[in-house]
């Protein structure tokens, strides 16, 4: 099992910077890609960015340019940098980590765990 804590959630007002961090815990060695996802009231999931084991990374449309996704496989986090947030950007902001498992038959399995969530709320 691997466990997902967020942090970082916080109000801001319109056109500011913050920070999200997720920090992994227990069979880390499974995790491969990592992303960020948000939900805003009413509003099914969406994801916002993700990033594979090598650093590559990908964007959603909405926040290519302002968002920036990395991680620290030493310290096993993900961070999500937000520039110039927008009002509509209000969320709930949720960590996942896609986990690769083998079978007993050697088949890979691929399974995703999710955070608990932080809140971002923009808000002038």
């Known amino acids: 099992h691997v466990q997902l804590v967020e942090s970082g959630g916080v109000l801001v007002q319109p056109g500011v910077s913050l920070s999200l961090s997720c920090a992994a815990s227990?069979?880390?060695?499974?995790?491969?890609?990592m992303g960020w996802y948000r939900q805003a009231p009413g509003m099914q999931r969406e994801s916002v960015a993700s990033i594979t084991s090598g650093g590559r990374s990908n964007y959603s449309d909405s926040v290519k340019d302002r968002f920036t996704i990395s991680r620290d496989n030493d310290k096993n986090t993900v961070y999500l940098q937000m520039n110039s947030l927008k009002i509509e950007e209000t969320a709930d902001y949720y960590c996942?980590?896609?986990?690769?498992?083998?079978?007993?038959?050697?088949?890979?399995?691929?399974?995703?765990?999710w955070g608990q969530g932080t809140q971002v709320t923009v808000s002038s």
């Open positions: 227990g069979n880390i060695g499974s995790i491969t890609g």
């Open positions: 996942s980590a896609d986990l690769l498992y083998y079978t007993s038959s050697s088949e890979p399995v691929v399974e995703r765990a």
